[in-house]
């Protein structure tokens, strides 16, 4: 568990660290920390848009201490895990690009308003409320939910625009996008009594029953074509 405080001293040490110019985006409970939603989290989830600087990342905090582990223990067998390292309760979690079936996309990406700079070599951006949403259904561990309960609370969510994303997402190769946000909602739901509009769940039924109706015109569409 890391507070507020010590993320903040943990960013710059790790500033002093880096031997060029790094951009992050903070996700999970790194980004709900720096909104004000939450004051400590179990691990620091960033998103960087290309390896070499999630490399330049993992090699600056590597002499504060921290030592790979092995992301199967947390995601067991799902894609596009992150590499994880750890110092006593304090873990990293570093995604590249695609955070397991979800893509840190270029409209998250513009999201991401809110900037931290720390020291010359370390820039934090932090991802939009949505969008912590749409991470927190991606990873889907044993906190998320609460998280995303939290952030739900605030009263402020624009249920359209997660509706949107989630075809975004499927427009960018995430086929399950749609499906796998409905379920995280329906549990949200039922589970944790969280007021989710009707609305956005039948949005997101729909878009899921037209990728398979749009699926099985293309399985007769290439059935006929073997006939031939």
Excluded at 83 to 88: A, C, F, T
Aim: glycine residues 4%; proline residues 2%; neutral net charge.
């Amino acid at each position: 568990m890391i507070t507020i405080d010590e993320q903040q001293k943990l960013f710059l040490n790790i500033a002093g660290m880096l031997n060029k110019k790094v951009t992050a985006y903070a996700i999970g409970g790194t980004a709900m920390m720096f909104l004000g939603i939450k004051d400590s989290t179990l691990d620091i989830d960033l998103v960087f848009e290309n390896e070499k600087d999630k490399d330049t990342f993992k090699e600056a905090i590597k002499p504060l201490g921290y030592r790979e582990i092995d992301a199967i223990k947390v995601y067991r067998e799902r894609r596009n895990q992150p590499e994880m390292l750890k110092l006593n309760d304090n873990r990293f979690d570093l995604f590249v690009v695609n955070v397991i079936d979800f893509v840190f996309s270029e409209n998250m990406q513009k999201r991401a308003e809110s900037i931290h700079q720390f020291g010359e070599n370390l820039m934090l951006k932090i991802a939009d409320p949505h969008d912590i949403i749409l991470m927190k259904c991606a990873t889907d561990r044993l906190k998320d939910k609460d998280d995303a309960r939290k952030i739900i609370g605030l009263g402020k969510i624009k249920w359209e625009l997660l509706a949107e994303e989630a075809k975004n997402q499927i427009d960018l190769g995430k086929d399950k996008a749609a499906f796998e946000l409905g379920c995280f909602l329906e549990d949200l739901k039922r589970e944790m009594k969280v007021d989710i509009p009707q609305k956005v769940l039948d949005d997101l039924f729909e878009i899921v029953m037209k990728q398979v109706e749009e699926k099985k015109k293309g399985e007769y569409k290439n059935k006929n074509l073997f006939k031939q």
